[in-house]
């Protein structure tokens, strides 16, 4: 048997928390808080590595549930992929700049920084809920996909007044320190 007939064969690969729990859309005019509080963890005894905190792939992985509670926000869930549509997280860019330990409850957070008609632009932000000291940040790219064409596809209208309805609660937002960094080496020019 192959690798992807086990996952074919199984009905899924990893789940995730709101795996099933199916999408409430806001409804317009809906209050939209600035930024959004979707989701807020306590490191799992499954988080921590051998250094004792949480390992970094699990920073990524609060970040993708966050995401995946946005999604269902503004509409998408099992069944509206089901008929061949989903958002791609095309770039991801992580500063990790605290350590989370067993038991931690973390306070995340998520501004929409931009949009258009097929790409979303978003930030998450990690707090100790305890401390208030900030742990991570998260910043991807996402693009609304046609998954049977395999291509980018702009969202349908609803969708996109339901981003469009977020992006302009968000508007006044102060835009992240972290956010449109990019990785380098920086030298002394001497």
Same mark, same amino acid.
């Given at each position: ?112 920084? +931009?949009?258009?008609?097929? #790409?979303?632009?978003?930030?998450? &932000?990690?707090? %100790? =809920?305890?401390?208030?000291?900030? $742990? !991570? ?8 996909? +046609?998954?049977?064409?395999? #291509?980018?596809?702009?969202?349908? &209208?609803?969708? %996109? =007044?339901?981003?469009?309805?977020? $992006? !302009? ?22």
């Amino acid at each position: 048997m192959t690798p992807q007939s086990d996952f074919e064969e199984s009905g899924h690969g990893l789940r995730t928390p709101l795996e099933g729990v199916a999408a409430k859309p806001l409804t317009p005019g809906e209050p939209i808080a600035a930024p959004l509080h979707l989701i807020s963890p306590t490191v799992p005894r499954e988080w921590v590595d051998y250094n004792g905190h949480m390992s970094e792939s699990c920073y990524l992985l609060a970040f993708g549930d966050q995401s995946d509670a946005f999604f269902r926000m503004i509409g998408i869930d099992e069944a509206y992929r089901a008929v061949g549509y989903s958002l791609f997280t095309v770039q991801t860019m992580i500063f990790n700049l605290a350590e989370a330990h067993l038991g931690d409850r973390l306070d995340m957070s998520l501004q929409l920084i +931009d949009a258009d008609e097929k #790409r979303l632009h978003i930030f998450h &932000a990690m707090h %100790n =809920a305890e401390t208030g000291e900030l $742990l !991570a940040t998260g910043e991807q790219m996402l693009v609304h996909v +046609d998954m049977a064409a395999g #291509r980018s596809t702009p969202m349908p &209208a609803d969708l %996109n =007044a339901r981003v469009q309805a977020v $992006l !302009a609660a968000h508007a006044d937002l102060p835009r992240p320190a972290q956010a449109g960094r990019n990785i380098a080496i920086k030298r002394n020019p001497n």
